[in-house]
Structure formats: C-alpha cells, structure tokens
C-alpha cells in the first residue's frame, strides 16, 4: 500500500495539495511506524504473511530510490554539457507540504546514496 506513493506525488505534483499532503501523512506515518522509529529490534523477524514495523521499514528502505526524483532528478550528462538539476514535485508543493516532506526524511533511518544525492542537488540548485 506504500509502494504507490512516490508516484502519485511525482504526477500529482502540485495540482491536489490535500491528496499530497494525505499520501505524505500516509508516509510519515508509516516511517514513524518502523522499527527505526520506534526502537524496536531491526534484526527481528515477522511471521510470514504479517506486516510488522519490520516489513514497513524494509518497504520504506526499498521505496527510497523512488522517493529521490521528488526532491531532484539529475539529468545525464549528453555531448559533453554538463547535466541538468530538475527540481522535483516536492519543491513545487506549498510551504508546510515541503516541510512534511522533509519530516518523512527525518523518519526514514538512514538515507540512501540515491536519496542523498538528490537532496544534495535540490539544496546546491537553490
């Protein structure tokens, strides 16, 4: 039920402010909801076939790459010009929309090389 999140931020963008900010809520919940988040053991085990704070967490961790192009995508670099930095949905969504973006991030655990680096970009991008 997570995994469709990312997308519909990246195509609603900022034409449904309530549905994004219900779909980051959604997130924000479900990183609180993680082993990171609430101490539990992250070497635990669930039983097959339930969804524990482990499972969403392995769920969240799995979802960062896709969680990246919402701040940032970088561009490959064509013919020698240097590759272009788009800003993402997130930095298009109002002030306290973005803010809660950035409040997901804090709950995810530790952050990805891919989610990282597209933070990096839509910081330096201005």
Known sequence: WLQP???????????????????LRMLLDAARF?????GADPDASVPQGQEGPAAV???????????APLFSLQLPVTKGVRGTVVAGAVTKLDLPLQ???VDVLHHLGPLQRP???ALVCAVQSG
């Open 5 to 23: 999140l990312p997308r519909l931020l990246w195509e609603l963008s900022n034409s449904s402010p309530d549905t994004s900010g219900l779909a």
């Open 34 to 38: 993680s082993t990171r988040s609430n």
């Open 57 to 67: 967490e392995a769920c969240l961790s799995q979802m960062q790459p896709q969680l």
């Open 99 to 101: 803010e809660l973006a």
């Open 115 to 117: 989610l990282l680096s």
